[in-house]
């Protein structure tokens, strides 16, 4: 009996996507098709490179396809994604940026810049084209944990008018910091007006071309910059670095409370725990909670937000982020096992939350 395209989709509609729960079909996540005799090939297309279900997808549909189609069948998947969005090609501010995600914090020296730069670089490496803007005007450390102290970005004209062209890490990542357009010394004494027209600058004046997602790396707080990236653009999410001690997270608390204001409305995408416990070399079984144990995960659930994992205390961490040389891209180890799973847990909760809710809208006035 010829099996026809049309048995394989009534079978791929009995395989839901656990995130987004619906079936693959209805998602439009099944492409190309082919049959013949004996064999079914086709794709699946999820909502992100870094999908942490991949291979559950796979098997999902191989026994849904076997089960009513016959056990003998040979079936290949050729897994693609296409990173989902809410921001449409009809809108003026980066138009192809598909997701704007601000990474924030209350408290300086959580490590808000070591997230934003091991996220993008972690998003890169499993395929994302990935932005990384440096909006921490008055300290940039980014030059300084990628490496690219003293690299001058291009400038390009178009129709008479200057645009930056953001420096290129990889052909997956791109990175712009005021620590690249003047000296950081400079930028330390500028006024809040140049400041907040600089961050406008990044976004506005500056060639993306096309991005999955582009971060932001917050300056510490709930101040100036914070209103205008959310009047310059709509910002699809927000990510809340915190460490675990009380005075830590009383100020994450006021910078959630910050994206959550009505007149602000950013959705948060979730929590990180960084710095959330110390593991000796020489005693790998153990865990010293330096800081305390568990209080991110207790302000993700404070707020009903997800909780997207706890980083630990390294020493190459540091070492990697003074370096110029993110611990994301050396090989495999402990440190970079958490990056990844908080960067899978990120980009899942930024394809739920694409899948879910309405498009951000920009802030035009704030009282
Ligand atoms: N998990 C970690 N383990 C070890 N050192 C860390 C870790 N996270 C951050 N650091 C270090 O702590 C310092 C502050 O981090 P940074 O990312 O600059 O914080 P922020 O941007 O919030 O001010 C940096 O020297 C950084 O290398
Ligand atoms: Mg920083």
Same mark, same amino acid.
């Given at each position: 009996m010829k099996i026809t395209e049309e048995q394989v989709?009534?079978?791929?509609? @009995?395989?839901?996507d656990p995130d987004l729960k619906k079936d693959l079909v209805s998602l439009n996540m099944i492409e190309n098709i082919i049959i013949r005799d004996q064999s079914i090939a086709f794709t699946v297309v999820l909502t992100t490179p870094a999908c942490p279900l991949k291979e559950k997808i796979k098997s999902d549909c191989i026994k849904a396809i076997k089960k009513s189609l016959g056990e003998d069948l040979l079936i290949t998947i050729n897994m693609t994604s296409n990173v989902n969005t809410t921001r449409s090609q009809a809108i003026n501010v980066l138009p192809s940026v598909k997701n704007i995600i601000c990474i924030a914090s209350g408290k300086g /020296?959580? /490590?808000?810049? =070591? !997230?934003?730069?091991?996220? %993008?670089?972690?998003?890169?490496? +499993?395929?994302?084209k990935v932005g990384l803007i440096d909006a921490d005007i008055h300290g940039p450390s980014i030059p300084t944990m990628l490496g690219i102290k003293?690299?001058?970005?291009?400038?390009?004209? &178009?129709? /008479?008018?200057n645009y930056i062209l953001p420096y290129e890490i990889?052909?997956?990542l791109k990175v712009l910091? &005021?620590?690249?357009?003047?000296?950081?010394? +400079?930028? &330390?004494v500028w006024r809040g %007006?140049? *400041? @907040?027209?600089a961050i406008k600058q990044f976004i506005t004046d500056c060639i993306w071309g096309q991005l999955d997602y582009l971060f932001i790396d917050m300056p510490p707080?709930? /101040?100036?910059?914070?209103? =205008?990236? *959310?009047? @310059? *653009?709509?910002v699809t999410g $927000? !990510? !809340? *670095?915190? =460490?675990?001690?009380? &005075? %830590?997270?009383?100020? $994450?608390?006021? %910078?959630?409370s910050m994206f959550r204001m009505p007149s602000i409305n950013v959705p948060i995408i979730g929590v990180i725990e960084n710095m959330a416990y110390f593991t000796p070399a020489e005693l790998p079984e153990n865990k010293y909670y330096i800081f305390g144990n568990g209080g991110g995960k207790a302000l993700a659930d404070e707020y009903e937000v997800p909780f997207l994992g706890q980083i630990p205390l390294i020493q190459a961490i540091r070492e990697g982020g003074d370096g110029g040389f993110p611990i994301t891209m050396m090989e495999k180890n402990l440190a970079n096992a958490a990056f990844e799973d908080i960067a899978q847990n990120a980009a899942r909760e930024i394809s739920i939350r694409n899948a879910n809710n309405p498009p951000t809208e920009k802030v035009e006035i704030l009282a």
């Open positions: 989709l009534s079978a791929l509609r @009995t395989v839901d /020296g959580v /490590g808000k810049s =070591t !997230i934003a730069v091991n996220l %993008a670089v972690e998003l890169a490496n +499993q395929g994302a003293g690299k001058k970005p291009a400038v390009r004209e &178009i129709k /008479g008018k990889n052909e997956n910091s &005021i620590g690249l357009l003047v000296d950081e010394r +400079q930028a &330390i %007006a140049m *400041v @907040t027209s707080g709930t /101040g100036d910059v914070h209103l =205008t990236m *959310v009047q @310059t *653009v709509p $927000a !990510i !809340i *670095v915190t =460490t675990p001690q009380e &005075i %830590a997270l009383a100020d $994450a608390r006021k %910078a959630l």
